[in-house]
């Protein structure tokens, strides 16, 4: 990777093919859990890479702040789609970045509570396949 800001950019669709694949069914959600999946090995290759607990070292940088969502809506999105994007075995790197960044002392306390966030894009993810079947006739 040459900068932070192409690993932002392959954050920002790994979340946008991951959402996708949440609440579409069928080849569309395997494109976009195979897109989803080419992001997350760069990523994964740019943590390998640094050697360190995030981004920004042993400590949370700008990049990891920048790529937090991942750590805390992507389980929430697997478990509404039931699927697998982060697989500890695959992504160890991203999945232990995942833990950490989540449990981290400045954002533990921040995160709203999980059951309220399933039940949110539980009910988002209803929606859009519904206008998603509709559009479609």
Excluded at 70 to 90: A, F, K, N
Excluded at 112 to 117: E, L
């Amino acid at each position: 990777m040459e900068s932070k800001e192409a690993v932002k950019l392959l954050g920002f669709w790994l979340m946008i093919n991951a959402w996708r694949a949440s609440w579409i069914e069928g080849e569309d959600k395997e494109t976009c859990l195979k897109e989803a999946l080419e992001s997350l090995e760069k990523i994964e290759q740019e943590l390998i890479k640094g050697k360190f607990k995030f981004f920004g070292g042993e400590s949370i940088g700008y990049l990891d702040i920048a790529l937090g969502l991942i750590s805390y809506w992507l389980p929430v999105w697997e478990e509404i789609g039931s699927m697998t994007v982060v697989d500890p075995i695959q992504f160890p790197a991203t999945a232990g970045w995942m833990e950490d960044f989540r449990n981290h002392s400045v954002v533990k306390d921040k995160l709203p509570p999980r059951d309220k966030t399933v039940v949110y894009f539980q009910s988002l993810s209803k929606e859009m396949g519904a206008r998603m079947a509709s559009a479609n006739g």
